[in-house]
């Protein structure tokens, strides 16, 4: 007996597992976005379209799909940095080698927990796959080792360069005085300052690891997939650190992103110190 009944054959079976598998990965590269929402609202356009249509809502349906033609065309220019960030996750090279050592996790992670404790604000993008060069051309290109002085000095109030972002190649300062995309100021992230929108944006379009001091509250954080993620002390940082950068095992696997800060963190009234370890 066939395994295939009637007119299916193993080539439809193929056909639907390969939809099915490129539905889920459409579904992987926006979920954790702002494209999710607009998502939402797609299906149920959809839903009342198909609606129209079962119940011969003649007009309702035809200007439904007049609107839908034209909506495809605005969604390409609406998310055209998600569209372009998407297809650049999908051409990443895998596994590349960061050159990054454990020293220069130590360094980096030293040299926040000065900065936090300073009260100095910092913006710092650790490159993974993504190529940060765009970024990168809009500071001041560097080259110079991580080390604690020379992170310190960058961010020192007054600094020529403090200024914007740093940007990190596995162990070395590629370039600062930055300026990072800003997350939109929609939903959860409305309450933050440009520093932190700057972080949640480059890692929105990005996989980039973004650390963020911040200068009110001394705290540090780590942006990642579009999301800031809770206050940290010195060793989660590290753990973290070790875990999403300088651990190369883990950039075969997929990212996960840091938990949202609860809302209650995210105010600027609210004053909860953990920076430094
Ligand atoms: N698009 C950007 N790219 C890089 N850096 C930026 C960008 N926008 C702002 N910054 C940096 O953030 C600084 C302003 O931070 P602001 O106080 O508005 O943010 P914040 O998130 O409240 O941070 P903090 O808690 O440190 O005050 C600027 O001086 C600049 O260094």
Redesign the pocket.
């Known amino acids: 007996m066939s395994l295939f009944p009637g007119d299916v054959s193993p080539r439809d079976v193929l056909d639907v597992l390969l939809v099915a598998f490129l539905i889920y990965q459409g579904y992987l590269l926006v979920v954790g976005t702002r494209a999710v929402n607009v998502l939402r609202g797609i299906l149920v356009f959809a839903a009342v379209w198909v609606a129209a249509q079962l119940l011969g809502l003649t007009t309702l349906s035809y200007l439904l799909g007049r609107a839908g033609t034209v909506g495809l065309f605005a969604l390409v220019v609406l998310f055209q940095p998600e569209l372009r960030a998407a297809l650049e996750r999908v051409g990443r090279p895998r596994g590349r080698d960061l050159g990054a050592s454990g020293a220069a996790l130590q360094d980096l992670a030293r040299a926040m927990e000065r900065l936090a404790e300073r009260k100095t ?1 910092a ?1 710092i993008a650790i490159e993974r796959r993504t190529p940060l060069g765009e970024y990168a051309a809009t500071g001041v290109a560097l080259d110079a080792v991580v080390s604690v002085p020379f992170l310190e000095a960058l961010f020192a109030r007054n600094a020529p360069l ?4 740093v940007i990190l190649q596995g162990s070395r300062v590629v370039a600062a005085g ?5 997350q939109s100021s929609d939903g959860t992230y409305r309450r ?7 972080a949640i ?1 480059l890692s929105e379009l990005t996989d980039a690891v973004v650390l ?6 001394g705290s540090m954080r780590i942006a990642l997939a579009g999301r800031l993620g809770p206050d940290l002390n010195g060793s989660e940082l590290r753990e973290q650190l070790r875990a999403l950068v300088y651990d190369r095992a883990d950039l075969s696997g997929e990212i996960t992103p840091p938990p949202p800060a609860p809302a209650a963190e995210v105010g ?1 009234g609210t004053q909860r110190e953990r920076g430094g370890a």
């Open positions: 604000g913006l403090h200024d914007g972002g930055c300026l990072f995309p800003l933050y300052g440009t520093r932190h929108r700057a944006g963020v001091v911040s200068e009110e509250r600027p």
